[in-house]
């Protein structure tokens, strides 16, 4: 995402303007973009990003942390903010004071804001990127043949959580004649049961969520 376009979005999604901190947002998006499926070390690989983007004006805790390093010990003129995604929490952005300013943040507080929405969003999105990918390394990821259009009707449904009984009477059809094709399609996704059919198909970029 470019520069500009970043600018649009966010203009356009209600949020203020990040004038000379764009690069920060775009630089934030590269790097989960980058390194979405590494799976080790990669939330404190982030923490360290936030940190180094911002030039040590803000550091990010994770919740699973005890406590901050020494060095990074808030004082009086210090401000936090909570680093979420709906419901689940990720842990907390500090935003140092300004050195220049005594009793300022070094970081406008929109701008603060902003970065602790993003930084809860690119979380939750690399956890479920670890997620998928330490779920799918055990399967085979081949696609065995084509699939019928039937078939992907079948693959839809069964990725929307329907039953073989409830399938069977949206497309009019007999469950045993569902459970033909879901046969089928586990034949051809590479996979032994029905509940890997949807991770299967995602891998093989036949649907998307």
């Not at 919740?63 to 210090?78: F, G, I, N, W």
């Amino acid at each position: 995402m470019k520069s500009n376009q970043l600018s649009w979005f966010l203009h356009n999604a209600g949020y203020p303007s990040p004038g000379d901190f764009t690069d920060l947002f775009v630089q934030l998006l590269s790097f989960a973009q980058t390194h979405c499926k590494q799976m080790d070390g990669i939330t404190e690989r982030f923490c360290r990003e936030v940190k180094h983007l911002t030039q040590g004006n803000a550091w990010l805790l994770l919740t699973k942390e005890q406590s901050l390093p020494e060095h990074h010990v808030p004082d009086a003129t210090a401000i936090c903010f909570p680093v979420q995604f709906y419901q689940r929490p990720y842990g907390t952005l500090y935003i140092a004071a300004d050195a220049a300013h005594p009793g300022s943040p070094a970081l406008p507080l929109p701008i603060a804001h902003l970065l602790a929405q993003t930084c809860g969003l690119l979380l939750h999105l690399l956890e479920l990127s670890v997620l998928i990918e330490g779920q799918s390394r055990r399967l085979d990821r081949q696609i065995c043949g084509y699939l019928t259009n039937r078939e992907r009707e079948v693959l839809n449904l069964i990725c929307q959580g329907y039953t073989k009984q409830e399938i069977a009477a949206m497309l009019h059809v007999v469950p045993a004649t569902v459970e033909t094709h879901r046969k089928h399609l586990c034949q051809k996704l590479g996979v032994h049961c029905e509940r890997d059919i949807p991770l299967a198909a995602y891998h093989a970029q036949l649907l998307t969520p």
